[in-house]
């Protein structure tokens, strides 16, 4: 369950606006770093196909925890 509380006035802006960027950067350096592992045929043969599958369940998660950032983000701007 969601609950939305408007924000305006309850929060500073710039400051809420400055901590998701901050996360938005540390999450596309690790998706960065797990496309390349997947990316990679010699990591993609050699490791078990569960270790295969946890990355991907893992950066499926990533992008979709970056999508929630980057929605936060812009109805915070909108405020």
């Known amino acids: 369950?969601?609950?939305l509380?408007?924000?305006a006035g309850l929060i500073?802006?710039?400051?809420?606006?400055?901590r998701i960027d901050k996360q938005r950067d540390k999450?596309?350096?690790?998706l960065d770093r797990a496309r390349t592992k997947l990316n990679n045929p010699n990591?993609?043969?050699k490791a078990p196909t569960a270790v295969v599958q946890?990355?991907?369940n893992r950066l499926a998660e990533m992008e979709s925890s970056l999508?929630?950032?980057d929605e936060q983000h812009a109805r915070i701007s909108a405020l």
Do not use: S
């Open 43 to 45: 990591f993609v043969e």
């Open 1 to 3: 369950m969601k609950i």
């Open 5 to 7: 509380v408007p924000m």
């Open 27 to 30: 999450l596309r350096k690790e």
């Open 12 to 18: 500073d802006k710039e400051a809420e606006l400055a």
């Open 67 to 69: 999508a929630t950032l």
């Open 54 to 56: 946890q990355e991907q």
